[in-house]
């Protein structure tokens, strides 16, 4: 619980206190409108929701200057920010901090030379193998393994079940979802053209997570075949997300569930990739491109252009591929007449 002063304070928020209440009110929670009591704070980013805010039992709102300068009396404290709705999910992180504590639990099996740091939390029956670095304050969940040679970065998260092959890299701050594996051998292999049948082709590479990245439950990432697979610093993927070997995935970059990235290919930094994509091997994304969901990229296809939407399968720009509906819609008419 903060008061609504250190709230502001920690938001770098200006506060406007209401006429009957003041800098030293206790805010307990966060909220929406629906739900909210006296002890809640709720955001308003247009007019209609800042007036179901005030309308709301919430002790304070989150809003922008713009807005508030249109209540010269506001009957609830405001709490003025630029982005709202940010601010809203960094109060959350302030009025709901992790109260885990340090603790190593019994039935853990620990590799003789694995090293931790001071605060290290690790659930019943994981396994840490030999060599093994798992940096300060970092939780480790039930039923997980963590094979030899991995490193975890500090302040990281690691729900139960999830399997880390060895030599996997992570950075600090890193939350991995129940159930992902990550390093797991890509999908490599070599065919021989007399008998027909396959040999894996070496998956020897590695994997590096970067500080700041979210990992959804059940998803799979490959190591490298001969190289590195990356994710890079505050991507956040969704759940039962596939990344194949020697992939690049670029810094905050946004994939939702059911994608599957091929390998060698490369998505570029802020681009966002919808539910259901297919990305073929050797693909490049560009920066700040946006696949709409169930975009299909073809093996080798390069798709440039930040802010640009592509849609379709084989994607295209937008505005083509909604052309080209319109098209066989019309078609489709005439066929009928």
């Known amino acids: 619980m903060l008061s609504l002063r250190q709230l502001a304070d920690a938001l770098s928020a200006t506060l406007v206190p209401a006429q009957n209440s003041g800098a030293a009110k206790i805010v307990a929670r966060i909220a929406s409108v629906r739900c ?18 005030l309308a709301s039992p919430a002790i304070a709102v989150l809003t922008t200057e713009h807005l508030a300068k249109q209540l010269p009396s506001p009957t609830k404290s405001l709490l003025i920010a630029a982005q709202p709705r940010l601010a809203f999910a960094q109060a959350a992180r302030l009025l709901n901090p992790d109260q885990s504590s340090a603790s190593i639990h019994s039935t853990a099996i620990l590799g003789a030379d694995a090293m931790f740091g001071l605060g290290v939390s690790i659930g019943a029956y994981t396994v840490v193998g030999e060599r093994t670095q798992i940096g300060e304050r970092t939780q480790i969940g039930a039923g997980c393994v963590l094979a030899e040679g991995v490193r975890v970065g500090a302040d990281c998260h ?9 030599g996997v890299k992570l950075g600090d701050r890193v939350v991995v979802h129940a159930g992902c594996v990550l390093g797991s051998d890509g999908f490599g292999y070599v065919r021989d053209t007399i008998t027909g049948a396959y040999t894996q082709f070496p998956q020897q ?6 500080d700041d990245v979210e990992i959804g439950a ?16 505050g991507a956040k993927l969704d759940n039962l997300v596939h990344v194949g070997h020697n992939v ?3 810094r905050n970059v946004v994939i939702a569930a059911q994608t599957g990235i091929s390998g060698s290919s490369t998505v570029g930094e802020g681009a966002v990739l919808g539910g ?3 990305i073929g091997e050797h693909a490049e994304i560009g920066p700040g491109v946006i696949l709409g969901g169930g975009a299909g990229v073809l093996s080798k296809k390069k798709l440039r252009g930040a802010g640009m939407v592509f849609w ?14 319109a098209t066989l819609a019309r078609l489709t008419r005439k066929a009928k007449e």
């Not at 909210?36 to 805010?53: G, I, K, Q, T, Y």
């Not at 590479?205 to 970067?210: F, H, K, N, P, R």
């Not at 379709?312 to 509906?325: D, N, T």
């Open 276 to 278: 259901q994509v297919g």
């Open 312 to 325: 379709g399968r084989p994607a295209q720009p937008l505005h083509e591929y909604l052309k080209g509906l």
């Open 218 to 233: 059940n998803t799979t990432i490959d190591r490298g075949a001969l190289e590195e697979t990356r994710i890079e610093r």
């Open 158 to 166: 690691i729900y139960p079940r999830v399997v880390i092959y060895p």
């Open 205 to 210: 590479g590695t994997l590096t997570i970067e």
């Open 36 to 53: 909210a009591d006296a002890a809640s704070l709720v955001f308003a980013e247009n007019e209609v929701a800042l007036h179901e805010a």
């Open 248 to 250: 690049r995935v670029g």
